[in-house]
């Protein structure tokens, strides 16, 4: 019998006790950290989903913004944490893909991080200051070619999507502007609504808000099909510059090593908040499109993670895109 309880306690120093840590997971509040500012995107995604998570999880799941380096600093400390489920990474096509292209990062976007779940993509959206004397796109890059280097344009950072969509807009429409570089942009926009900058390429689903308050102009959505919430918004082709794709996705990640089972209870708290009706018409409201409940999964987020990686960190890198 000694023997037996002996070998019980050396296994479960080994290793039953995160099993059954696991199995009583989650014990206390769990913290979705965003890596931009408050207001942002990102910021407003994690808000969205956070309270139905919570009623799933049992427990509080609490948004906290760790903001810097165009998102580096708040995706490092999810990946330097415990894999216990208790610090959960949300982030985007621009922290989860581009920042490895464009940044010397301390960790591996793909191995230091485990898939949980997609949350929503949207595309982004050509948008300026009210004041702009520009009725629409054409004019607008014809106002930016009269002013070459005089623009400004709001940006999260070196390698945000706002910055990738505007070296891709600058590039496509043959313009000269300078960018501006903000902790997330939710503060870029305050300035671009303020005029201390002249435009933004954003997400729709910063910019839509102030669009429909009509503090803001927008001039074209960066997808070959019109917003549902917004079809009064053209797409690039219709506009004048065709083929200027690109979309921002949402996704979530733990520390790599985190138990399945755990995975599995995160990612489950997910599914059920993008089935919830509320949830799913706040995200449309603001431009979202959520996924199929299939391509929901850890496996479907983290193969597709793999196949952006391999697509855009070329095209980045041959853009020369740099930290600033």
Not at 33 to 47: K, S, W, Y
Not at 122 to 142: G, W
Not at 155 to 164: D, E, L, P
Not at 208 to 228: C, D, H, W
């Amino acid at each position: 019998m000694k023997t037996l309880l002996v070998a019980f306690a050396v296994a479960a120093a080994s290793g039953s006790i995160s099993i059954v840590s696991a199995q009583s997971y989650p014990a206390r509040p769990v913290t979705l950290v965003v890596p931009f500012a408050a207001g942002g995107p990102v910021d407003t995604v994690a808000r969205i989903i956070a309270v139905p998570m919570s009623r799933t999880l049992g427990q509080t799941v609490i948004v906290e913004d760790v903001t810097g380096a165009a998102g580096t600093i708040g995706v490092g400390k999810v990946a330097r944490a415990a894999p216990d489920g208790y610090t959960v990474s949300i982030g985007h096509w621009s922290t989860h893909v581009v920042n490895g292209a464009v940044y010397p990062l301390q960790y591996d976007l793909l191995k230091d991080l485990d898939p949980v779940a997609m949350i929503a993509s949207n595309p982004l959206l050509i948008v300026a200051r009210s004041a702009v004397p520009a009725k629409d796109l054409r004019e607008l890059i014809a106002w930016l070619k009269a002013n070459p280097d005089k623009a400004s344009a709001g940006t999260a950072g070196a390698g945000s999507g706002s910055h990738v969509g505007g070296v891709y807009f600058q590039n496509a429409s043959a313009t000269r502007f300078t960018f501006i570089p903000y902790r997330g942009t939710g503060p870029a926009m305050q300035d671009l609504v303020g005029g201390q900058i002249d435009l933004m390429v954003d997400q729709a689903s910063n910019s839509l808000p102030q669009v429909r308050a009509g503090k803001i102009r927008a001039f074209a959505v960066t997808a070959s099909t019109r917003l549902a919430t917004a079809p009064d918004i053209p797409t690039v082709d219709e506009a004048g510059l065709p083929g200027l794709y690109i979309a921002i996705w949402y996704g979530t990640w733990v520390p790599r090593g985190t138990p399945k089972d755990v995975i599995g209870k995160l990612n489950a708290a997910i599914v059920d908040a993008l089935a919830d009706p509320t949830v799913r018409k706040r995200l449309a409201d603001l431009g979202q499109d959520i996924p199929p409940r299939e391509q929901q999964t850890p496996q479907a987020l983290g193969a597709h993670h793999k196949a952006e990686v391999e697509k855009w960190w070329p095209i980045i890198k041959a853009a020369g895109i740099k930290v600033e």
